[in-house]
């Protein structure tokens, strides 16, 4: 700890053991291990507990959970084991031979260049002097944050494992006055430990510490441990102990039921609800009557559960896999995997499941009643919402429990859900404003608990502290990706203050007073809003201060760029542009980019787009709004998704061509980029996600890079058994430039409509009788037989129609496929202007003894040949075994015509040469 002689190299220096180590040192290192319990522990959460070796060492060890690899969970790395090192220096920088010997030095336990062998660990140290010359590549501001392996002093590198560059970080000049103003600050800020508490706190920890390092425990000192130190300082720990106090709703039986009995439970609710306090409960409520049960908290797709490696019994807690504010484009695989998971649920695999219900519903997943518990404002009565603020009430300090108990009846009658009685309580903790009564408090108190007070009242939180760039830097680190992480704010954190010294140290002391006021939920690690009206709040926020906003978030885009040289990945650029398209989407503020940044985003950006991935669509409204007019990929973006709202009718939208010059097409063209991203967006957006196409861009887009034709075949392939396609006539006009590729479009669309035709099918019946599906389910399956088949149907219309103009009607009549092409057949020739006898006649011969023969009588009533009517006279007397055809073939509909229409003149366009008998080779 403290070093006795002027050099590193006295061995006595470096022994525990020695005379050398002082009271002074002895503190500082039970400081440092006090701070970071609080830090890593408790605060961030990225480590469930601190290991402290005896005293006769000068380190402790951190398990990290999850390094960042992401700003959003979809980017999973391996975790890592931190060796901290304390050093109470008194006699100068370190250089860079000191930390070699350092790093060397090792007695009766490994040294920690040994210890780096291990490509798991990673060290810090934490010491009181700066560092000097190469030395001070190695230097950071905060725990979590490591020098790239590039800064590693070559001399250095060459005493150490060859992949140790980027394992090893010193936390320096982190005298004593900053570990005592960053352990008050934890503590009364994010903790909020009283005032007059604070000391008494910061030695009780300090003696935890202690009887750590003599042994106690075997030096390990756990999150359950650090928070009863603070409970009893009369600090507040939030959610830590996510069951503490918690209130069953009046539905807690149905909840119990649904996954005891069905295994699993998918709990909906508007927001506020306390759908994820009831989620862990009945995961608790399993561990007690299975014992063993492993619980999997599910980050990521669906496929985390096919690749979960755990051994049954397991429970699986699923969040919001919709979005946690909006339906994400993210989340479709859910909807695609969501019922087959659901079935898949047994007694030893049970699924908890949560979403707000507006998402689920925005969704458009169809889920089984048997599956959904709604959990609403009217699932706590009364006597919840009583129990929800006893059980807060010993929160608070001593002095305000009396004050506060008084407002019980008031806070029952005006807080509907246990998040309204939770922010209570949280602005309760606060205390009493300066020249504020009793009344007063209270009442300001239950009004910015309201959902509907909590975007006022954080913007006048951030009026009154003073805070626009961290509301800015806060929303902005949202925008880069839904869900933040404790694991990466370190970095963004020195990022920050290396573009604005006053930036220095102020993030997470912001982001922890948005915790401790119900503004930000924390599970873990990891960091959501805890409601809509948050975002709203900080969006307000950087409004009214646009110039320092506008200016901040530059900043913020940089460094989550320069992320990227850390960990060798491309998500701080992809949070970059989320953050940059979330801005110039909204027009909040100018956000102007220095030119280099503009390119490297256009860089990521046309690979990113260029590689058609599995997020090509968000990648294209990205490319769209971020990239510049230098970035081909994103100047096609922009012509592929450009769009005209109708002023009458804002929310339909189409498709118009921009204006473009001819230079321009050239330069697009000659990109071999193009082509991969054209062909992506008809065979995976036009299909499927864009609004309505006209039929001139099929041709429209071949300026852009040529024959497209295969390409919207895959295109008409992929939506044959859709009911309602905008765009299918668009799909159909470029794919039927290759008729004779098209044939595989007719196969299919035949054989979706025969399949059709089918229906109701004998297994549906079985299953609805057999309560397999919910009580609207038969409704909704006889409509769908009404809508499936419409783009089936435009797509052999479609091919009809061009056939016949460019081949005549011979070919369909010889077509294999030609019976289930009749009836598009006979509406084609009842609206052209060019049929001629001889082809009626061939309609006539192949529709005898068919039901389409209906739709040909009833072609022929609007104006009947005059050769046709014997033929029909003979017709009407033999008769049609099909009944619809008797109903409303010839001998209906004709019989009533008879004194008209049979004798008037025949249809326009008919060639009257020749007297035909339909029946001609029937």
Avoid at 266 to 271: E, K, L, Q, R
Avoid at 616 to 639: Q, T, Y
């Amino acid at each position: 700890m403290d070093e006795s002689s002027s050099s590193p190299q006295a061995a006595d220096a470096l022994s525990p053991s020695s005379g050398g180590r002082s009271l002074e040192g002895y503190v500082y290192q039970l400081d440092v291990s006090v701070l970071v319990a609080l830090d890593l522990v408790l605060a961030r959460k990225v480590a469930h507990e601190i290991v402290l070796e005896p005293a006769t060492e000068e380190d402790l060890e951190a398990d990290i959970e999850h390094e960042p690899g992401a700003l959003s969970e979809t980017v999973a790395l391996d975790g890592y084991r931190l060796v901290l090192q304390c050093k109470l220096r008194n006699t100068g920088p370190w250089k860079s031979g000191d930390l070699i010997r350092l790093l060397a030095h090792g007695k009766r336990r490994k040294s920690a260049r040994d210890r780096l062998a291990d490509a798991s660990i990673r060290y810090l140290l934490a010491t009181s002097a700066d560092l000097d010359g190469t030395a001070r590549h190695l230097k950071v501001e905060a725990v979590g944050v490591w020098p790239p392996a590039s800064d590693m002093p070559p001399d250095m590198a060459k005493n150490l494992p060859a992949d140790a560059g980027g394992r090893i970080a010193i936390l320096g000049a982190m005298d004593q006055e900053k570990i005592n103003a960053r352990t008050e600050r934890l503590l009364s800020q994010r903790f909020r430990v009283p005032h007059s508490n604070l000391q008494s706190c910061r030695e009780a920890l300090r003696a935890e510490a202690l009887l750590r390092m003599r042994g106690a425990a075997q030096g390990v000192w756990t999150r359950l441990d650090v928070e009863r130190l603070i409970t009893a300082a009369e600090g507040y720990v939030e959610e830590s102990t996510a069951l503490e106090g918690f209130v069953p709703p009046t539905n807690w039986d149905e909840l119990k039921t649904a996954i005891e009995t069905k295994h699993a439970v998918v709990i909906t609710g508007a927001s506020g609800t306390g759908k994820t306090r009831v989620a862990k409960a009945l995961i608790a409520h399993l561990r007690d009557r299975i014992p063993g049960i492993k619980h999997v908290v599910v980050q990521g797709g669906p496929e985390k559960i096919a690749d979960d490696p755990n051994s049954r019994p397991v429970v699986y807690e699923i969040e919001d896999p919709w979005g946690r504010f909006r339906l994400e484009p993210t989340s479709a695989p859910w909807n695609g995997a969501i019922a087959e998971i659901l079935q898949s649920a047994a007694p030893d695999r049970k699924f908890v499941i949560t979403s707000r219900s507006d998402v689920l519903h925005e969704s458009k997943l169809r889920l089984k009643d048997k599956w959904v518990v709604s959990l609403e404002d009217e699932n706590y009565g009364p006597a919840e919402r009583t129990k929800l603020f006893e059980n807060r009430l010993s929160s608070l300090p001593p002095n305000l429990q009396p004050i506060v108990l008084r407002s019980r009846n008031d806070a029952v009658e005006r807080l509907a859900t246990p998040l309204e009685m939770h922010r209570y309580f949280a602005v309760l903790a606060d205390g009493l404003e300066k020249d504020e009564n009793t009344g007063e408090y209270i009442a300001r108190c239950l009004s910015d608990a309201h959902q509907s007070s909590i975007e006022a009242a954080l913007i006048h939180n951030v009026r009154q502290r003073r805070t626009w760039a961290w509301a800015a830097i806060t929303w902005g680190l949202f925008k880069s990706g839904a869900r933040q992480t404790f694991n990466v704010l370190p970095a963004i954190q020195a990022g920050l203050t290396k573009r604005q010294s006053d930036f220095e140290d102020g993030l997470e002391p912001y982001l922890n007073f948005l915790i401790a006021g119900r503004n930000l939920r924390q599970s873990e690690a990891t960091l959501t809003y805890q409601h809509p009206r948050v975002e709203l709040g900080l969006e307000e926020s950087l409004k009214e201060k646009p110039g320092l906003s506008a200016r901040v978030l530059s900043y913020l885009v940089e460094v989550l760029i320069d992320l990227d040289k850390r960990t060798d990945t491309d998500w701080g650029t992809e949070g970059a542009a989320h953050l940059v398209h979330a801005v110039r989407e909204r027009s909040i503020v100018q956000l102007e980019l220095p030119a280099a940044r503009q390119s490297q985003l256009d860089v990521w950006i046309g690979s990113r787009l260029a590689g058609t991935g599995l997020d090509f669509r968000e990648d294209l409204k990205l490319a769209a709004s971020v990239g510049s007019a230098d970035s081909i990929p994103a100047e096609v973006a922009r012509w592929l998704t450009h769009q005209h709202r109708n002023e009458e009718h804002w929310f339909f939208a189409s498709w118009t061509a921009p204006a473009r010059s001819p230079e321009w097409f050239q330069r697009v063209a000659a990109d071999h980029r193009t082509r991969a991203i054209c062909i992506a967006f008809i065979t995976r957006e036009l299909p499927h996600h864009n609004p309505s196409y006209p039929a001139e861009f099929a041709d429209q887009v071949t300026e852009l890079c040529g024959n497209l034709t295969p390409a919207f075949i895959d295109a008409a392939l992929s939506i044959v058994q859709d009911s309602y396609n905008p765009n299918a006539s668009l799909i159909a006009e470029g794919a039927i430039a290759d008729i004779s590729g098209f044939e595989a479009v007719v196969t299919r669309a035949v054989s979706y409509r025969q399949e059709l035709s089918r229906k109701p099918d004998d297994d549906f019946k079985l299953k609805l009788a057999n309560g397999e599906y919910d009580g609207d389910a038969e409704d909704r399956y006889y409509e769908s037989i009404g809508e499936d088949g419409r783009t089936a149907y435009e797509l052999l219309e479609c091919y009809v129609a061009m056939r016949r103009e460019r081949d005549g009607w011979a070919p369909i009549r010889d077509h294999a496929h030609a019976v289930d092409l009749l009836y598009f057949w006979i509406r084609l020739a009842e609206r052209a202007a060019d049929v001629t006898i001889e082809e009626w006649r061939a309609i006539g011969g192949a529709v005898l003894d068919r039901p389409e023969e209906r739709d040909f009588w009833q072609a022929m009533q609007k104006s009947l040949p005059v050769e046709f009517l014997s033929a029909l006279r003979e017709r009407i007397v033999t008769g049609n075994a099909i009944r619809e055809v008797r109903l409303e073939g010839p001998g209906s509909g004709a019989s009533r015509r008879t004194r008209g229409v049979f004798f008037g003149s025949p249809p326009s366009g008919v060639n009257q040469s020749g007297a035909p008998d339909i029946r001609t080779g029937v």
